[in-house]
């Protein structure tokens, strides 16, 4: 496995942008996604992308976030606006070697992705 890389995480205030960023390699035309967790609860789906470009958002942030990504550079990116206290985690980029829509790869990552270490976002109100 490569490792995946996060960048870009830190603390705003309620109502600011801020964009993350993953160095994902080999897995840029696959399966890729963002999840974030807190502590004492799940790690959960924030947004996905698939092979086919295809995009999957969780209903808290649909609206505010915007998946995306660079072929050339091999990076995942995760736009974040209007961001609200409860946006704050631990928020961790994933990928699967698989060619699947956003709607799949939620079972995919999740059933046998690789995973970057974390990147801390807080937002304060």
């Known amino acids: 496995q490569v490792p995946l890389v996060e960048s870009g995480g830190g603390s705003v205030q309620a109502g600011e942008s801020l964009r993350v960023s993953c160095s994902v390699s080999i897995y840029i035309r696959y399966c890729m996604g963002w999840f974030r967790q807190v502590p004492g609860k799940e790690r959960e789906e924030v947004a996905l992308i698939g092979s086919d470009g295809s995009t999957r958002y969780a209903d808290s942030v649909k609206g505010r976030f915007t998946i995306s990504k660079d072929n050339a550079k091999n990076t995942l990116y995760l736009d974040m606006s209007s961001l609200k206290p409860e946006d704050t985690a631990m928020y961790y980029c994933a990928a699967r070697i ?24 807080t937002v304060s109100s």
């Open 98 to 121: 698989i060619f699947a829509g956003a709607q799949d790869c939620r079972a995919y990552i999740r059933q046998g992705g690789t995973w970057g270490q974390g990147t801390q976002v």
